[in-house]
Structure formats: structure tokens, C-alpha cells
């Protein structure tokens, strides 16, 4: 069983920047590619982010150029951050990791993006 804890939401207003933080239970070089998503009301669960053991990375569209998602090994910890926060970013942000072929997620983290 693998745990994965997020943290680093809160309320932001429009331009402002936030870090979210995913803390694995287990030495994250033993996950599969780490993965942000997020869901915001009313909207299904997106991909917004991800990075491999090797550490490449991949970005939804609409966060291209404003969100960085990184991994630190030493600390099994993966973060977002995100910069230039827009009010459609408002969600639930959530981390997710698989091992083998099972899926962990998190219990999620809110972001608001409001004036």
C-alpha cells in the first residue's frame, strides 16, 4: 500500500503562485510516472501534469508555461508549482502514482483562484 499526501493548497488571487506538495510513503523510485490532476465542481478529473522516473515531464495545454512539476528522490516528495494562477485553475488538485498495476491517489488539495 502506498500513500501519498498532498499539501500547499490554499486561496490565491489571480496572477499569484502557489507549491503544491506530493509526499510518497514509499521511495518514489519505485512508482511509475507521478501524475497532478485536478477537478474542479461540476467537471470531470484532468491531467494536468507529469514526470517520469527519468524525469521528463509532459503538461496539459492549459497550463503549458506556468506550471512546473519537479521531484525531489531524496525527500519521495513531487511538486507542482504553479505560477501566474488563473481563476479557472480553481480545483481540486489531486497526486496520483502507480505501482506495477496498481493506481494510488491522494486525498487532494484545494486551490482557489480568487479576487
Known amino acids: 500500500q502506498v500513500q501519498l499526501v498532498e499539501s500547499g493548497g490554499g486561496l490565491v488571487q489571480p496572477g499569484g503562485s502557489l507549491r503544491l506538495s506530493c509526499v510518497a510513503s514509499?521511495?518514489?523510485?519505485?512508482?511509475?510516472?507521478m501524475h497532478w490532476y485536478r477537478q474542479a465542481p461540476g467537471k470531470e478529473r484532468e491531467l494536468v501534469a507529469l514526470?517520469?522516473?527519468?524525469?521528463?515531464?509532459n503538461y496539459a495545454d492549459s497550463v503549458k508555461g506556468r506550471f512546473t512539476i519537479s521531484r525531489d528522490n531524496a525527500k519521495n516528495t513531487v511538486y507542482l508549482q504553479m505560477n501566474s494562477l488563473k481563476l479557472e485553475d480553481t480545483a481540486v488538485y489531486y497526486c496520483?502514482?502507480?505501482?506495477?498495476?496498481?493506481?494510488?491517489w491522494g486525498q487532494g488539495t484545494q486551490v482557489t483562484v480568487s479576487s
Open positions: 514509499v521511495s518514489i523510485f519505485r512508482l511509475n510516472a
Open positions: 514526470i517520469t522516473v527519468g524525469g521528463s515531464t
Open positions: 496520483n502514482a502507480g505501482q506495477g498495476p496498481y493506481t494510488y
